[in-house]
């Protein structure tokens, strides 16, 4: 895990993108980068997919993106690991983070079933952070 002991664990766990063209952008990752598929879950425009780069941190890919181009691009959130995503999200908002989806339980994907347990604050710039915690056997 990680040695970070006010976020309990840290690292980078994930950066999402929100892609326009979300089967050539997966064809992209994974046949051009090398990139390997670890979980899918949703349909349509509400279709992810989480791609290990080739060391345990990922690339997760959201469909559903506006067409628009934008100069910084479609990354819209870091994710850190956490061991205790409650615990983080108090010591974000003690340093002025404001939290923009409390800690929850989800279960991401269908083959491996895999429970999470994630939370949003939004930095001192704006910027997205997702607290991001492994709870079952399928460690992520």
């Known amino acids: 895990m990680g040695t970070n002991a006010k976020i309990g664990g840290g690292g980078f766990h994930h950066v999402a993108l929100r892609a326009n063209d979300f089967d050539a952008t997966v064809k992209f990752y994974t046949e051009g980068l090398g990139f390997v598929e670890k979980n899918n879950w949703g349909e349509g425009d509400k279709r992810a997919v989480l791609l290990d780069s080739g060391d345990g941190n990922y690339m997760e ?3 559903g993106g506006t067409g628009e181009e934008k100069p910084e691009g479609y990354f819209f959130h870091v994710a850190f690991r956490s061991n205790n995503v409650d615990a983080a999200v108090e010591v974000a908002v003690a ?12 279960i991401l994907g269908v083959n491996p079933p895999t429970p ?5 604050v ?5 910027e997205i952070i997702e607290f991001f915690q492994s709870t079952g056997e399928n460690q992520l």
């Open 116 to 120: 999470v347990r994630i939370a949003f």
């Open 122 to 126: 939004k930095g001192l710039n704006g």
């Open 95 to 106: 340093a002025g983070a404001v939290v923009t989806v409390a800690p929850k339980d989800a």
């Open 61 to 63: 890919v959201f469909a």
